[in-house]
């Protein structure tokens, strides 16, 4: 059995590649940028009038002229304008091209216009207000965006913005999730009293889901030969196989059997964790097998701990330090064993973020996950975890909403 540290490390150190490939800019979303994103242009590309109102010389308000006739219009999407009468002004909008000879913008707001004139209100305003110019926030040739960023609507307007209509993005493993055990039936099954539903699939694919892999499905029964002949198959088809359940000590747990018949490479089988000690790591060409423990908070939190920074280094996204957050009571947890304790997620006055223990019972709780919002990570070496200390924390929840 070896430490969550270590367990972690192995991890991080087999992760996979599956490459690249272009898709359209309009399917990207969530999916991880291999490709620096330059700037085709500058930003903005013209000198830009950034609020509705009057363009003028502002040598001509310095010289004490506060009444401007109103010589003419420039429009957003307009070709650029000029003034030629450095006492007149033009009516400017929003997003149009600076006109030449104007290099002062005075808004709507502190203007009165009447028959055709233009009275500024104001006794003092400032040289190039309201102007936007071009290239004062990206100039031609400079980058963006770097590969690994996570694609979201921020990202693809940018690359709409400079005319990326396909964008190259990290290839998705063919993945599938097994559930394993007799005593599960389907979701739209009613259970028998020895029964329960195949909930951690589900579960689970919520995960992948979340990158965009569309993961098939499989169960496997308590078998050992089924168990052997379909993993050999599942071998050859999938870049990336996630199971739950059977891997305990129980006498129908037949998976690490099997994965040893199989000729599969094993990383490692047990941590010193609570819950989800008997994880089990393995890989064997293509592929890479995940294989969880059965009870659902104890799948849930490996998925979270493990599996997803897993994922994320071998998307090749760009790396997240785990935020910390401050103990709201005390704990006591005696085994020594690391503690991933289920957390309620909230912030005090003062901003800080505090962490709620969630009483449970056990790793089979399931509902329990729905009132928490995190599992916070209290180390091995201690035995008590006082109301104020301050742990990293996996949450499985957008905390800020939206």
């Known amino acids: 059995m070896i430490s969550v540290e270590e367990a972690l490390k192995i991890v991080l150190k087999n992760i996979g590649d599956w490459g690249i490939e272009e898709i359209s800019l309009d399917q990207s979303l969530g999916r991880i940028l291999r490709e620096k994103v330059m700037a085709d242009r500058d930003f903005p590309p013209y000198d830009r009038v950034t609020m509705d109102g009057i363009g003028i010389s502002y040598k001509q308000f310095e010289g004490g002229q506060r009444v401007f006739e109103v010589a003419g219009v420039a429009a957003a999407g307009s070709v650029k304008n ?7 002004c033009l009516e400017v909008m929003t997003g149009s091209i600076l006109p030449a000879g104007v290099d002062t913008v005075i808004r709507y707001e502190d ?57 190259k993005v990290s290839r998705l493993p063919k993945t599938i999730i097994i559930s394993t055990g007799d005593e599960l039936v389907e979701i739209d099954q009613i259970p028998l009293p020895h029964q329960i539903r195949r909930s ?34 599942y071998l050859e088809n999938f870049d990336l196989i996630i199971l739950s359940g059977g891997v305990s000590e129980g006498k129908f747990d ?58 994320d280094h071998s998307l090749r996204a760009e790396e997240v330090n785990l935020p910390f957050a401050v103990l ?28 709620y223990p969630i009483k449970g019972n056990g790793s089979g709780d399931l509902a329990n996950l729905v009132d928490a919002d995190a599992f916070i990570q209290l180390p091995s070496d201690r035995t008590r975890f006082l109301k104020g200390d301050v742990y990293p924390f996996i949450t499985y929840r957008n905390l800020l909403g939206g």
């Open 82 to 88: 000029t003034l030629f009468n450095q006492s007149t």
């Open 111 to 167: 203007l009165k216009i009447d028959s055709g004139k233009a009275t500024v209100l104001l006794d003092q305003i400032n040289f190039n207000q309201t102007i936007h110019f071009k290239g004062m926030d990206r100039k031609q040739g400079t980058e963006i965006l770097q590969p690994g960023k996570r694609l979201s609507s921020s990202e693809i307007g940018v690359c709409a913005t400079v005319g990326k209509e396909r964008i």
């Open 200 to 233: 951690n699939v589900y579960r689970i694919a919520t995960v992948l889901k979340s990158y965009h892999i569309q993961p098939t499905t499989a169960h496997l029964a308590d078998q050992y030969d089924e168990i052997v002949g379909k993993l050999r198959g």
């Open 254 to 311: 037949y998976l690490p059997a099997a994965f040893a018949a199989l000729g599969i490479d094993k990383l490692f089988h047990k941590v010193k964790q609570r819950p989800g000690k008997p994880f089990w790591l393995g890989s064997k060409a293509r592929s890479m097998i995940f294989a969880f423990p059965g009870n659902p908070v104890s799948s849930f939190m490996c998925a979270q701990q493990y599996f997803k920074p897993w994922l």
């Open 328 to 355: 709201a009571e005390d704990v006591h947890f005696a085994p020594n064993l690391t503690y991933f304790l289920e957390v309620k997620i909230d912030f005090d006055p003062s901003g800080r973020i505090m962490a």
